[in-house]
């Protein structure tokens, strides 16, 4: 099945939006660590992706703190398991690595959890960039321009994080 998409602005770049027509499958943050690859999708707008631009714009003027979004990712059990996990982590609010290895039954799989962070294929909406060091700093982020990208979702949330 052909996945219809659609590119939106926003004060960080290009967000690019795919969805299966019932639920939103990709949001991916255009930029230098992640550029957009060619994937095959209709460029129309249905009724996924038309709520998910009302509600990122939402998200981005300050209106907006929670999602309620339909999504649907494919990937491992563990890399599901993990962003559910990172669905749990409220609008302001942080959570480390060891906390998500934690809550999965993993408590030493720190890194096994970077990478399922990282592979996030719904940004923002399934927040990955909530995500720090256990002494609050920014690791990376593999969406957009990279940690500057992390800096600006972190600092519109308030959150404090170290350099």
């Keep these: 099945m052909v996945s219809t998409c659609t590119t939106i602005s ?12 019932d639920a939103l499958t990709e949001l991916t943050i255009v930029g230098s660590v992640s550029p957009l690859s060619p994937h095959e999708c209709s460029p129309k707008a249905d009724r996924v992706l038309k709520a998910a631009t009302l509600q990122l714009s939402e998200y981005f003027a300050g209106r907006r703190t929670t999602f309620d979004l339909p999504v649907a990712v494919t990937g491992t059990a563990f890399q599901q398991s993990i962003w559910q996990q990172l669905r749990t982590i409220p609008f302001g609010s942080t ?60 600092n519109h949330e308030k959150i404090a994080f170290r350099h």
């Design 10 to 21: 926003s004060p960080i770049g290009s967000l690019h939006l795919s969805s299966n027509g």
């Design 95 to 154: 959570r480390g690595y060891g906390e998500l290895g934690a809550a999965v039954g993993k408590p030493t799989a720190s890194r096994a959890v970077g990478g399922c962070v990282g592979a996030n294929p719904i940004a923002i909406i399934i927040p990955c960039h909530r995500v720090l060091a256990s002494d609050r700093r920014i690791t990376g982020f593999s969406g957009g321009d990279g940690i500057t990208t992390k800096q600006w979702l972190l």
